[in-house]
């Protein structure tokens, strides 16, 4: 039995299975994650070898050359660059778009075990990096303090900041950039190590071993067994000092200066040229980016902004997602509901009876929320691209069901009993809208398939568009049937004026045109000609997402010679410095500047919101033009405000 003869001979079973499918889609879509964009593995791993003490050159010999020469032998590798440095050896891999990153990255770890016997001793654990679209951070901060000096207050931020933070539900880790907690620093006095012929490596055994926790064993005694643990933890800076260096009463204290402080940072954040610590919150993988986002933002507000032992303290949000996923969403949706009311206007144009216009566009809903339901199952999340897929599939979700609707409505013309003109007319060009069904679904099957960058992203188009279209093709041979069996009423004789009007020219202009066969070519490859020449003349601008509103510039340092952390912070006041002194005239509420070693980048945050790209291209002119010469430095703006540390 085919749907068509299922609709209309069993009209009840038709109606559960068409309600039960509307129930379990419409729950399915309330609990579909919102994300700002699908889950994608970057294919980019890197790996850092770790190596204390030692300088670039024999880095790059000892390590960084044999590593490089076992990773060049991974499978779907495109490219792979290294750079040694004076603690470490690091190592980019760049994989063809597709790849599993979890087999990789265990490839690369099998790898690593494979060259870690030959490499020196002393090299410490290799650190193996990727990146996915769900560790992007769903809410940044920046901590400023007028007048309090938070490098010393770790503790403080973590108890009264980062700890409420970590509670709300769905937040699976809070990263504090910018202060770290205080650490025991052991700095070694030469004079002393030579002076007492000191093992310095056998001394950091020894300190290493002092330092664990180590589970010895288990011992029976009378039926009963206790497990035996070595305690190796001290409990302060004096018990360090008090180790013993020797046999002959040596101690640590007298060959070091013991330290429990801060540890150096190698970078620095300026928020209004004032010294800033960023917080970053990261989701869990199912957790919805929404709702964690508005409940960390009230945390904030309510609870760390008005906390009493924070005087002076301010916690800024300054990024969440939440705000991008509502912002595209809403006006994805206004979107697709403004295209479904015009093509429900449109059919009513041509059909001119509202039972036939409704029975038609309850087509829409129907497959969209089915769509949605099968999204939920799938595991899928509705982002922009999801949304936009399905946005551009409401247009084509009423195709099949139109072609349905004309055949059975011709049958009843000839035909008096609705139920078998349904019947006759659904199975008449079912073949039809099955094949026109699947046409459409092998137009996107390269999007789906595809393994470049491109596809792997509109993938999720083509994915949505294609589940939206099959539960278009269900509903056209169930739930048009159905309706038009016990709905749909003989339609008049006559057709209306304006579709005769309509008719009429279009016959003259196809009589034209059949007649005038040549100058009808002319006139097509000529229209052709003047679509595309716009493109390739370079006069469409082509980008992954359409413009956007902007609010942000991101200005970037480029140093020739080498700038140390101190020096690139002294360029980055001066900037500052005159960026604030142009303030109105650059339209900038507030800077924001990250710095460390030969790398430094400020983000200027507008007044206006309703920037276009032109806008910003004449400020960003602006700005360049105007900047200070700085020996050494050039500056530039990149097209991603998103960027700066």
């Known amino acids: 039995m085919n749907l068509a003869r299922l609709a209309v001979k069993r009209p009840i079973t038709t109606v559960m299975i068409l309600v039960c499918v509307l129930v379990i889609g419409g729950i399915a879509s309330t ?53 040694s440095s004076a603690d470490e050896a690091g190592f980019g891999l760049e994989f063809t778009w597709g790849e599993d990153l979890d087999i990789v990255r265990m490839q690369v770890s099998e790898k690593m075990e494979q060259i870690r016997p030959t490499l020196p001793p002393d090299v ?13 951070p769903v809410v940044e901060g920046r901590i400023s303090a007028l007048g309090v000096d938070l490098s010393s207050n770790y503790e403080l931020l973590e108890a009264r900041v980062i700890n409420p933070i970590r509670r709300v539900p769905g937040v699976a880790r809070v990263d504090l950039n910018g202060v770290e907690p205080r650490e025991i620093s ?22 290493d071993g002092a330092a664990s926790n180590l589970v010895l064993g288990q011992v029976d005694d009378g039926g009963l067994r206790y497990s035996a643990r070595s305690l190796g933890s001290f409990d302060s800076v004096e018990s360090i000092g008090e180790f013993p260096v020797n046999q002959n009463g040596l101690k640590l204290s007298d060959i070091a200066e013991i330290e429990y402080e ?150 009843h013309a000839d035909e008096p009993d609705t ?16 094949a026109s069904t699947v046409t459409s679904l092998i137009v996107f099957l390269p999007l789906i398939l595809g393994q470049t960058e491109l596809t792997v992203w509109l993938g999720e188009v083509g994915i949505t568009i294609s589940l939206a279209l099959i539960c278009s093709l269900i509903s056209s041979l169930l739930l048009i049937p159905l309706m038009s069996a016990h709905l749909l009423r003989k ?45 390739f003349a370079g006069w469409v601008e082509n980008a992954m997402f359409s413009a956007h509103v902007n609010k942000r510039l991101y200005m970037a340092y480029e140093f020739d010679d080498y700038h140390y952390k101190s020096e690139a912070e002294d360029v980055v006041d001066k900037i500052e410095t005159f960026l604030y002194a142009h303030q109105e005239e650059f339209l ?58």
């Open 262 to 411: 801060e540890p150096p940072l190698a970078y620095g954040r300026h928020l209004d040229r004032e010294y800033a610590i960023a917080v970053e919150v990261f989701k869990e993988s199912t957790a919805n980016t929404v709702e964690v986002v508005h409940n960390v933002t009230r945390v904030i507000e309510e609870d760390i902004n008005n906390d009493p032992l924070l005087q002076g303290v301010k916690l800024f949000v300054w990024e969440n997602q939440a705000e991008h996923i509502t912002q595209g969403l809403q006006g994805l949706r206004n979107a697709g509901l403004l295209g479904a009311l015009m093509a429900i206007f449109v059919l009513y144009f041509f059909l001119r009876r509202l039972d036939s216009t409704l029975i038609v566009s309850l087509s829409i809903p129907f497959s969209v929320i089915a769509a949605c339901g099968v999204m939920h199952f799938l595991g899928n999340s509705l982002n922009l691209l999801s949304m936009m897929g399905l946005m551009l599939g409401v247009g084509m979700l009423v195709d099949n069901a139109i072609v349905v609707l004309e055949s059975i409505d011709r049958r």
């Open 124 to 136: 410490g654990e290799p650190l193996i990096y990727s990146f996915n679209t769900s560790e992007i």
């Open 186 to 207: 052991i700095d070694l006095v030469l004079a002393a190590i030579k002076q007492h012929n000191v093992d310095v490596g056998e001394l950091i055994r020894r300190l």
């Open 419 to 434: 139920k078998k003109a349904a019947l006759e007319g659904a199975q008449s060009v079912t073949m039809a809208v099955v």
């Open 491 to 535: 339609r008049r004789t006559e057709p209306p004026r304006s579709v005769v009007w309509l008719e009429n020219r279009y016959v003259r202009l196809l009589d034209w045109t059949l007649r005038h066969q040549v100058w009808t070519a002319v006139i097509l490859v000529a229209a052709l000609g003047l679509g595309l020449a716009p493109l």
């Open 31 to 83: 609990r579909l994650p919102l994300a700002y964009l699908p889950e994608v593995d970057a294919p980019f791993i890197w790996v850092e070898v770790p190596y204390p003490n030692s300088n670039p050159v024999q880095i790059e010999r000892e390590i960084a050359r044999p590593v490089e020469e076992v990773l060049a032998t991974l499978p779907g590798l495109k490219t792979i660059r290294s750079q």
């Open 588 to 645: 900038i509420e507030s800077v924001y500047s990250f710095y460390a070693a030969n790398v430094a980048g400020s983000t200027l945050i507008l007044t206006r919101e309703d920037l276009r790209d032109d806008d910003i291209k004449e400020l960003r002119g602006k700005i360049r033009e105007n900047l200070p010469e700085i020996p050494g430095v050039r500056f530039h703006f990149d097209d991603d405000a998103d960027e700066g540390g």
